[in-house]
């Protein structure tokens, strides 16, 4: 993703011209960037999907256009995900060391929100920074498949798109602040939401090893 801040300058964040100038190749780059996020999750296209979701509240891009983008885009990457780790394709990337560095990353994921195999709970991962990628990884290397990793792929990709999108459009709406300023504060709140989850999850998972070791004993 081209970070917008970069890019632009967060004050341009607002002006209707930078993005009419732009006109559909900036949806498309939206897609890409969410695509791509998928398989390297450090890229921050979550900070483009939120600033779109700001402009949406300022009418400058269409609501459902960015959620739709934004959900094709999603799914096309995490469906990546799952045929890489399924068919083992993921040992191209062992050729350098950012795909190594990136599957080490998934798996300490994955063991952090409890080796989570279950569809419910590839679908709870989600939540947490990097559980985008460690869901579809640990869906493929568990072998989930028939309708159950479809209904994954398709309420996943809804329900993140609806969360950054919608987390955008609110803070847009209801703080009064310029489109930079929202988009700074969305980035803030989905942060700190991820970190709860995070901890709740951990906390959640201690709890269930603690509740092992006396049984065994």
């Known amino acids: 993703m081209t970070n917008p801040a970069i890019a632009f300058g967060m004050n341009d964040l607002g002006d209707p011209a930078l993005y009419q100038e ?33 402009m949406a509240a300022e009418e400058i891009f269409p609501l459902l256009l960015v959620l739709s983008v934004t959900f094709l885009g999603c799914l096309a990457g995490d469906i990546g995900v799952y045929l890489l780790f399924r068919y083992k394709l993921i040992r191209l990337l062992y050729r350098w060391r950012w795909g190594r560095r990136m599957h080490r990353k998934m798996l300490r994921i994955s063991l952090r929100a409890g080796g989570a195999s279950t569809w419910v709970g590839l679908l709870l991962i989600r939540g947490i920074p990097g559980g985008r990628s460690a869901s579809m990884a640990t869906a493929g290397i568990v072998r989930l498949g028939g309708r159950s990793i479809v209904a994954l792929c398709l309420l996943g990709s809804l329900t993140w798109s609806l969360w950054l999108v919608g987390l955008g459009y609110i803070t847009g709406t209801t703080t009064g602040l310029p489109p930079w300023a929202s988009t700074a504060a969305a980035i803030v709140v989905g942060t700190l939401v991820g970190l709860g989850i995070t901890v709740l999850m951990t906390r959640q998972r201690s709890r269930r090893g603690s509740e092992r070791e006396p049984a065994r004993t």
């Open 22 to 54: 732009w006109g559909l190749y900036y949806f498309l780059v939206l897609a890409v960037a969410v695509a791509f996020t998928a398989i390297v999750p450090p890229f921050p296209s979550e900070v483009m999907v939120i600033a779109s979701g700001t």
